[in-house]
């Protein structure tokens, strides 16, 4: 596999970024721009900052604006300074608080989870699973790697996909979360940076940084979702990162995908860059308008990516069966260490989940519709109700990513709506620094009834908060 090697940005190319810095104190204003190219992911993590004289000349300024400039991203905890390696750009660790909590409360408005009530063919694979399970009660009930059943459920689907696959190349783990954690955890070291789109799924940078990695933030644009390719390139050429992570299909939370193109440039550029990818699948075949794209992998070698699914945004997020595919080699290595860590998936769930794995189509023929009514719904009453708030309507997926009007707080609305009885994620939580809080996920995965009246909460608190200067705090989110 090439290697990629970190490389500083040239002051020329750093001042084209940077644009209009104008403002008092110009240090002050310089260090403020490039904050806001580091928090939305314009500019990488772990990009070495030119010499102080380099940016100086190229910016027309004097060499001390430049040091007090790099000064106060250093005190920011934007920057800090390695002997001999010069000024390399970071992210403080400043977003709110995350954490897991159940989102069943009778009378709440549940919003903050991403996440549908289960399938019809949910009890009936358990019916089935059941009439089944004496013939394996004579044994230890452990499989290690998976039901061998369901790796080839699993297999002939991706195969049925356009990507040949066997079932040696299948490794079942404890949800598609589960799959991906278990991959940092192996193939992660401490320091290792690790490419995300930004916006992302919060659950996997919090993953990626109890492994050790950090964070390399690239930016996702709702109206070219392209031009990820690019930003990866020159994030991976700048930031030298050992992995990356990428929702192509309807990304959690922005629902945008990837062109046919697009998704094969962006597969091959990592890929040549040095990059072992992690392709997040959770949603993939959610598609609520048009046809499923072609698979990211294909025409790769198996050992380019490690795709990532499961079954809990289709089927049920109560039914923790998930997978992972790569080269069976790396699935061989990968299943040693997941050993380590749990001896089986529970057998009872992988015999209903190879039923359903089975009857995938019939279950996402049900779900697609569900959520094309559901989609149309929260969007006609936000529509309605909140006609200044702008909205990208995805082709497929669990949510919207509103963007906020000026004066209105995610932060703040989410604080103010659990009282009301709407449980919210603030935008925060689904970057890597203090970026999106003018930003709301708002998934549309409860019946019609409930988005409406959420929406209706919500045009309330917009109107009570519209022109507040300093956000309340928000209490801990609930993001899935």
């Keep these: 596999m090439p290697v990629a090697t970190e490389q500083s940005t040239p002051g020329h190319e750093l001042a084209a970024q940077l644009g209009d810095t104008d403002g008092s104190p110009r240090y002050a204003a310089l260090a403020r721009r490039v904050r806001e190219l580091v928090v939305t992911g314009e500019l990488p993590v772990g990009t070495r900052l030119p010499a102080e004289r380099d940016l100086a000349a190229a910016l027309g300024v004097s060499r001390v604006t430049v040091a007090s400039a790099y000064r106060t991203l250093r005190e920011a905890g934007f920057a800090h300074t390695r002997h001999g390696s010069g000024t390399v750009l970071e992210l403080p660790d400043d977003r709110p608080a995350w954490n897991w909590r159940s989102g069943d409360v009778p009378g709440v408005v549940d919003l903050a989870h991403g996440a549908s009530p289960a399938s019809p063919l949910l009890a009936p694979a358990y019916a089935d699973a ?6 394996y009660t004579r044994g230890s009930g452990y499989v290690p790697v998976g039901l061998p059943e369901l790796r080839a459920a699993v297999a002939d689907r991706y195969t049925a996909q356009g990507l040949p696959t066997t079932a040696d190349q299948v ?15 192996a193939l992660v070291e401490p320091g290792d940076r690790v490419l995300v789109q930004h916006p992302s799924y919060p659950g996997a940078i919090r993953s990626v ?17 392209d031009a990820l390719v690019e930003a990866a390139r020159l994030a991976a050429r700048q930031s030298a990162p050992r992995m990356a992570y990428l929702m192509p299909d309807h990304a959690n939370p922005t629902g945008i995908s990837l062109s046919a193109t697009g998704r094969r440039r962006l597969a091959a550029t990592l890929w040549q860059q040095g990059v072992l990818t992690v392709v997040d699948e959770i949603a993939a075949e959610l598609v609520i308008d048009g046809d499923p794209a072609p698979h990211v992998a294909a025409g790769l070698p ?4 490690i795709t990532v699914g499961g079954l809990s945004k289709s089927v049920w997020g109560g039914l923790r069966v998930g997978w992972l595919r790569t080269d069976a080699a790396l699935v061989e290595r990968l299943a040693t260490v997941l050993g380590h860590r749990q001896l089986s998936v529970g057998l009872l769930d992988q015999l209903a989940a190879t039923t359903l794995v089975r009857d995938l189509d019939a279950v996402l023929a049900h779900r697609r519709e569900q959520l094309r009514t559901q989609r149309d719904a929260l969007v006609a009453a936000v529509r309605e109700q909140l006609p200044d708030w702008s909205l990208t309507i995805p082709s497929g997926g669990l949510c919207l990513w509103a963007q906020l009007p000026p004066g209105l707080s995610s932060a703040a609305l989410t604080a103010a709506a659990a009282p009301a009885g709407l449980l919210l994620a603030e935008g925060r939580v689904f970057g890597t620094g203090a ?10 995965t409860r019946p019609p009834g409930e988005l409406r009246s959420a929406v209706e909460v919500l045009a309330g608190l917009d109107r009570q908060l519209r022109g507040q200067a300093t956000p309340r705090p928000a209490p801990s989110s609930t993001v899935v």
């Excluded at 059941?130 to 013939?135: D, K």
């Excluded at 949800?175 to 991906?180: E, H, Q």
């Excluded at 970026?435 to 549309?444: G, H, I, N, Q, S």
């Design 130 to 135: 059941l009439t089944r399970l004496e013939a």
């Design 435 to 444: 970026a999106f809080d003018d930003r709301l996920r708002l998934p549309f």
């Design 171 to 185: 490794l079942i783990t404890s949800g598609a979360g589960d799959a991906a954690a278990l991959v940092w955890g």
């Design 302 to 305: 198996d050992a380019a990516m």
């Design 209 to 225: 940084e109890l492994a050790g990695g950090r964070c390399v933030p690239v930016p996702v644009d709702a109206a070219d979702p």
